[in-house]
C-alpha cells in the first residue's frame, strides 16, 4: 500500500494521551473545522471504527502513522488495545492476548459519552487522557477530582468527536467550572484500581484480568441494588452530582478493598432486592448470576470468591433451601457439607422431633425454635429454614418432659385444666407431639415450689376457700382456675396450705383477696372487651336499673352502639359515657326542664318537645328517651316555664 505524506502541522504524542485526542489535535493544528477530515485522509469513513481510541494495529493505523510521522506502536499504545493482558482472560497455555473484543471494551471503556477534567483541560497544552474513559477510574488522579461526563450548565452529556474540548455544545467553558475533589475515603480506593491496573497488589491472589473480571461483575450487582448504593454514597462522601454509573465502580472496588467482610455485608441487602423473577424465594433468584460467576472463577484457579458465597450460603442464607443443584455444591465434598450445614428444612425439623409439619410454625412464634418461614411466591406457599441447634435444644428437652397426666398428678388438677394451663402460657415451653402434649420440669417445678413456701393452716377458718370453692363461687364472674392460679402467683391473692397437703387440692386462698381481685378482673374486662347487657342494665343509669330487653330496644334504634360475638353483645366503655353525655330518661328530663310528668306528657302531645324514643314515635318502645341538647334549648328559650299551660 502506497504511504501517505506527512502532514505539515506535527503534534507530538503526549503523556497518556489517547489517540483520538491526537487526532484531534492535528486537526487543530491544521485549521479544520472538524476531525473527519483527518479520518478522511486516512481512509473512507465507512471502513474507520466509530471509536479511535478502540483501533487495532493494522493497515489504518499505519496510514494514521504516515499523516502523523510516529510510529505505528506509539500510535497502538494510545489505544485501549494494550491493557488487552490486563483485562482479558486468555485460554489455558496460550499466551497472553494483545487484542481487546469489542465486549470487553465496551465493558471497561466509555465511547458514548467522553468524560473531562476540567483541571487538565486548564493547562497549557490541552489533550485529553486515555484513562479518562477508563469506567473503573472514573476520577483524575494528577489532581483528585471527579470526571465530568455532563456540563454543568446544560446538563447534557459531551459530545464525541468536538473540535473545542473546553467546551460544551451549548458554549459553556468547562474549565470554568470548580472541580468536585474527592474525600480521603474515594482517593484511597481510586489509587487502588490504578494499582490492580498496573499489576501492583492484585487482592484475592488473582491475576489481574481475573480480578477486573470480578470487579465488573460486582459493579453490575451493585447497580442492582438501590440500597447500597444509597448507603456506599454516604460512606465514600461521594457527591450526589456523581451519577450512578461511576458510583457503582467505587462501590465494587470497595467490597474487593474490604474482603470478605463487605462482601458478605452485600450479599445480605443484595439477596433482597426484587430481580426479575415473579417468585421470592429460590437462591438463583436471590443472588442472580454471582453463583455461577463464582464458579466459573473457581473453575479458572481462582476459588476466593467461590469459597466466600459458599460459606456465607451455609451460615447465614435463610431465604431458600440448599442442595447438590446449586452450582456452588456440585462435588461429593461440599454435598456433604451442605447435609451438615447449621440449618433444616420444616420436613426435616419436624422429623427429627416427631411432630407435625404444621406445628413448627407456632413453635417458632413461641420462640421455641430459631429460624424464619417466609412466602414463596403468590400461590400461597411457603418456605421455612430452622436452626440446627435450636432443634437439638427442643429435642433434648422434650426427651426430660412428661405427659399431661404426670403433670395432672404432681399438680392434684384435672387434666382439662392442665390444657387451660397450657393454653394461657402458665405452663410455658409445652409441646404438642404425635403421642400428645409434653411438658418441660422446669415448668412444673416453679409450681411445686410455690406451694410449698406457703404457711400450713392447721384449722382454717370461714375466711379462707378452697380453690373448688373459689371458681364455683365467683367463677360466674369470671374468676377461672386459671385467672385464679395467674393472681395467686402474683400474690393479689394471698393463700396458704392444709397440713399434709402436697399438690393444690390443698390451697386455700383468702375469701377477701379472691372477691376484691374478682371485681377488678371484671372491671378490667369489661374495659378491655366491652360491658356485658347484664352489667350495663345495672349501672347505665346511676340508681335507675333497667331491664336488658329495653336495651336491646335502644341497641335496635341505633342509639346505643354495641358489638356482637356470636351471642354476647359487649359495649366500649367510650360508648357508654357518650350516651350518658347526649340521652337521659323522662324522670331526669323532668328534673331538669322543673316541669311534671304530665306536663312533659303533654309537650310531647303538642310537639314543643320531640323525645329521641318513646312510644309515640317508636312501636313497642321502652323507657323514653330524651336528648340533653334539646332540653338545653328548651331552658335557654324565653318563657319556656310560662307555656306549662
Same mark, same amino acid.
Given at each position: 500500500?502506497?504511504?501517505?505524506?506527512?502532514?505539515?502541522?506535527?503534534?507530538?504524542?503526549?503523556?497518556?494521551?489517547?489517540?483520538?485526542?491526537?487526532?484531534? !489535535?492535528?486537526?487543530?493544528? +491544521?485549521?479544520?473545522?472538524?476531525?473527519?477530515?483527518?479520518?478522511?485522509?486516512?481512509?473512507?469513513?465507512?471502513?474507520?471504527?466509530?471509536?479511535?481510541?478502540?483501533?487495532?494495529?493494522?493497515?489504518?493505523?499505519?496510514?494514521?502513522?504516515?499523516?502523523?510521522?510516529?510510529?505505528?506502536?506509539?500510535?497502538?499504545? +494510545?489505544?485501549?488495545?494494550?491493557?488487552?493482558?490486563?483485562?482479558?482472560?486468555?485460554?489455558?497455555?496460550?499466551?497472553?492476548?494483545?487484542?481487546?473484543?469489542?465486549?470487553? @471494551?465496551?465493558?471497561?471503556?466509555?465511547?458514548?459519552? %467522553?468524560?473531562?477534567?476540567?483541571?487538565?483541560?486548564a493547562s497549557e497544552v490541552t489533550y485529553e487522557r486515555l484513562l479518562w474513559s477508563f469506567r473503573p477510574l472514573p476520577i483524575c488522579l494528577d489532581h483528585d477530582c471527579h470526571l465530568i461526563t455532563r456540563c454543568p450548565q446544560c446538563h447534557k452529556t459531551m459530545v464525541r468527536g468536538r473540535i473545542d474540548v473546553e467546551r460544551c455544545r451549548c458554549s459553556f467553558s468547562l474549565t470554568s467550572h470548580?472541580?468536585? @475533589?474527592?474525600?480521603?475515603?474515594?482517593?484511597? @480506593?481510586?489509587?487502588?484500581? !490504578?494499582?490492580?491496573?498496573?499489576?501492583?497488589?492484585?487482592?484475592?491472589?488473582?491475576? &489481574?484480568?481475573?480480578?477486573?473480571?470480578?470487579?465488573?461483575?460486582?459493579?453490575?450487582?451493585?447497580?442492582?441494588? %438501590?440500597?447500597?448504593?444509597?448507603?456506599?454514597?454516604?460512606?465514600?462522601?461521594?457527591?450526589?452530582?456523581?451519577?450512578?454509573?461511576?458510583?457503582?465502580?467505587?462501590?465494587?472496588?470497595?467490597?474487593?478493598?474490604?474482603?470478605?467482610?463487605?462482601?458478605?455485608?452485600?450479599?445480605?441487602?443484595?439477596?433482597?432486592?426484587?430481580?426479575?423473577?415473579?417468585?421470592?424465594?429460590?437462591?438463583?433468584?436471590?443472588?442472580?448470576?454471582?453463583?455461577?460467576?463464582? &464458579?466459573?472463577?473457581?473453575?479458572?484457579?481462582?476459588?476466593?470468591?467461590?469459597?466466600?458465597?459458599?460459606?456465607?450460603?451455609?451460615?447465614?442464607?435463610?431465604?431458600?433451601?440448599?442442595?447438590?443443584?446449586?452450582?456452588?455444591?456440585?462435588?461429593?465434598?461440599?454435598? !456433604?457439607?451442605?447435609?451438615?450445614?447449621?440449618? $433444616?428444612?420444616?420436613?426435616?425439623?419436624?422429623?427429627?422431633?416427631?411432630?407435625?409439619?404444621?406445628?413448627?410454625?407456632?413453635?417458632?412464634?413461641?420462640?421455641?425454635?430459631?429460624?424464619?418461614?417466609?412466602?414463596?411466591?403468590?400461590?400461597?406457599?411457603?418456605?421455612?429454614?430452622?436452626?440446627?441447634?435450636?432443634?437439638?435444644?427442643?429435642?433434648?428437652?422434650?426427651?426430660?418432659?412428661?405427659?399431661?397426666?404426670?403433670?395432672?398428678?404432681?399438680?392434684?388438677?384435672?387434666?382439662? !385444666?392442665?390444657?387451660?394451663?397450657?393454653?394461657d402460657e402458665l405452663l410455658p415451653r409445652a409441646v404438642r407431639t404425635s403421642a400428645g402434649w409434653l411438658i418441660p420440669n422446669d415448668a412444673i417445678e416453679p409450681w411445686e415450689q410455690l406451694l410449698r413456701s406457703l404457711p400450713i393452716l392447721s384449722q382454717p377458718d370461714a375466711a379462707w376457700l378452697t380453690i373448688r370453692d373459689a371458681t364455683r363461687n365467683y367463677g360466674p364472674n369470671g374468676l377461672?382456675?386459671?385467672?385464679?392460679?395467674?393472681?395467686?402467683?402474683?400474690?393479689?391473692?394471698?393463700?396458704?396450705?392444709?397440713?399434709?397437703?402436697?399438690?393444690?387440692?390443698?390451697?386455700?386462698?383468702?375469701?377477701?383477696?379472691?372477691?376484691?381481685?374478682?371485681?377488678?378482673?371484671?372491671?378490667?374486662?369489661?374495659?378491655?372487651?366491652?360491658?356485658?347487657?347484664?352489667?350495663?342494665?345495672?349501672?347505665l343509669i346511676p340508681g335507675r336499673p333497667i331491664k336488658e330487653s329495653v336495651l336491646k330496644k335502644w341497641i335496635a334504634a341505633g342509639l346505643l352502639h354495641a358489638g356482637r360475638n356470636r351471642r354476647t353483645w359487649r359495649i366500649t366503655p367510650t360508648e357508654i359515657e357518650r350516651f350518658r353525655q347526649n340521652y337521659c330518661l323522662a324522670q331526669e328530663a323532668c328534673e331538669l326542664l322543673g316541669i311534671?310528668?304530665?306536663? $312533659?306528657?303533654?309537650?310531647?302531645?303538642?310537639?314543643?318537645?320531640?323525645?329521641?324514643?318513646?312510644?309515640?314515635?317508636?312501636?313497642?318502645?321502652?323507657?323514653?328517651?330524651?336528648?340533653?341538647?334539646?332540653?338545653?334549648?328548651?331552658?335557654? &328559650?324565653?318563657?319556656?316555664?310560662?307555656?306549662?299551660?
Amino acid at each position: 500500500m502506497e504511504r501517505l505524506r506527512a502532514l505539515p502541522a506535527r503534534e507530538p504524542p503526549l503523556p497518556g494521551e489517547s489517540l483520538a485526542s491526537l487526532v484531534r !489535535r492535528h486537526a487543530v493544528a +491544521m485549521g479544520y473545522e472538524r476531525i473527519g477530515r483527518i479520518r478522511s485522509l486516512a481512509a473512507d469513513c465507512d471502513k474507520a471504527p466509530t471509536h479511535l481510541d478502540h483501533l487495532a494495529p493494522g493497515p489504518l493505523l499505519d496510514r494514521f502513522a504516515d499523516l502523523f510521522a510516529v510510529s505505528p506502536e506509539k500510535l497502538s499504545a +494510545m489505544t485501549v488495545h494494550p491493557y488487552a493482558d490486563h483485562l482479558l482472560f486468555a485460554p489455558r497455555g496460550s499466551p497472553p492476548a494483545n487484542l481487546l473484543d469489542s465486549k470487553t @471494551i465496551l465493558r471497561f471503556f466509555r465511547s458514548a459519552a %467522553p468524560s473531562v477534567c476540567p483541571r487538565c483541560l486548564a493547562s497549557e497544552v490541552t489533550y485529553e487522557r486515555l484513562l479518562w474513559s477508563f469506567r473503573p477510574l472514573p476520577i483524575c488522579l494528577d489532581h483528585d477530582c471527579h470526571l465530568i461526563t455532563r456540563c454543568p450548565q446544560c446538563h447534557k452529556t459531551m459530545v464525541r468527536g468536538r473540535i473545542d474540548v473546553e467546551r460544551c455544545r451549548c458554549s459553556f467553558s468547562l474549565t470554568s467550572h470548580p472541580a468536585d @475533589i474527592l474525600s480521603s475515603k474515594a482517593r484511597t @480506593i481510586a489509587e487502588q484500581v !490504578r494499582q490492580w491496573l498496573c499489576k501492583q497488589g492484585t487482592p484475592l491472589e488473582f491475576s &489481574a484480568p481475573a480480578l477486573f473480571w470480578w470487579l465488573e461483575r460486582l459493579a453490575s450487582a451493585v447497580s442492582k441494588t %438501590p440500597p447500597w448504593l444509597a448507603d456506599a454514597r454516604v460512606r465514600l462522601e461521594i457527591l450526589s452530582e456523581i451519577d450512578d454509573d461511576s458510583l457503582v465502580w467505587f462501590a465494587a472496588a470497595e467490597i474487593l478493598s474490604e474482603w470478605p467482610q463487605r462482601f458478605e455485608q452485600f450479599l445480605d441487602i443484595f439477596q433482597t432486592v426484587a430481580k426479575h423473577r415473579s417468585t421470592d424465594t429460590g437462591i438463583n433468584r436471590a443472588f442472580g448470576s454471582l453463583l455461577r460467576e463464582a &464458579a466459573h472463577l473457581e473453575e479458572l484457579g481462582f476459588p476466593s470468591p467461590a469459597d466466600v458465597l459458599r460459606g456465607y450460603l451455609l451460615e447465614h442464607y435463610s431465604r431458600g433451601h440448599l442442595n447438590s443443584k446449586v452450582c456452588l455444591f456440585h462435588s461429593t465434598k461440599q454435598q !456433604r457439607v451442605v447435609r451438615d450445614r447449621p440449618w $433444616l428444612t420444616r420436613t426435616q425439623a419436624a422429623k427429627q422431633l416427631g411432630l407435625r409439619h404444621a406445628s413448627i410454625a407456632d413453635l417458632l412464634n413461641r420462640g421455641l425454635l430459631a429460624g424464619e418461614v417466609r412466602s414463596a411466591g403468590q400461590n400461597g406457599r411457603s418456605v421455612g429454614l430452622i436452626s440446627r441447634e435450636s432443634v437439638s435444644a427442643l429435642q433434648r428437652q422434650l426427651q426430660s418432659s412428661v405427659t399431661v397426666k404426670q403433670t395432672a398428678s404432681r399438680l392434684g388438677i384435672g387434666r382439662s !385444666r392442665i390444657f387451660e394451663l397450657i393454653r394461657d402460657e402458665l405452663l410455658p415451653r409445652a409441646v404438642r407431639t404425635s403421642a400428645g402434649w409434653l411438658i418441660p420440669n422446669d415448668a412444673i417445678e416453679p409450681w411445686e415450689q410455690l406451694l410449698r413456701s406457703l404457711p400450713i393452716l392447721s384449722q382454717p377458718d370461714a375466711a379462707w376457700l378452697t380453690i373448688r370453692d373459689a371458681t364455683r363461687n365467683y367463677g360466674p364472674n369470671g374468676l377461672c382456675l386459671t385467672r385464679l392460679l395467674q393472681q395467686f402467683r402474683s400474690g393479689k391473692i394471698r393463700g396458704g396450705r392444709v397440713s399434709g397437703a402436697d399438690n393444690y387440692q390443698g390451697l386455700l386462698v383468702l375469701r377477701s383477696d379472691t372477691a376484691s381481685t374478682c371485681s377488678a378482673l371484671q372491671s378490667q374486662q369489661s374495659d378491655q372487651r366491652g360491658w356485658s347487657l347484664h352489667r350495663l342494665a345495672k349501672e347505665l343509669i346511676p340508681g335507675r336499673p333497667i331491664k336488658e330487653s329495653v336495651l336491646k330496644k335502644w341497641i335496635a334504634a341505633g342509639l346505643l352502639h354495641a358489638g356482637r360475638n356470636r351471642r354476647t353483645w359487649r359495649i366500649t366503655p367510650t360508648e357508654i359515657e357518650r350516651f350518658r353525655q347526649n340521652y337521659c330518661l323522662a324522670q331526669e328530663a323532668c328534673e331538669l326542664l322543673g316541669i311534671s310528668r304530665k306536663t $312533659l306528657s303533654r309537650w310531647e302531645t303538642t310537639g314543643k318537645i320531640t323525645a329521641a324514643y318513646s312510644r309515640r314515635n317508636t312501636q313497642y318502645a321502652g323507657a323514653s328517651l330524651f336528648r340533653r341538647k334539646v332540653l338545653e334549648d328548651l331552658l335557654t &328559650a324565653p318563657s319556656s316555664r310560662n307555656s306549662k299551660t
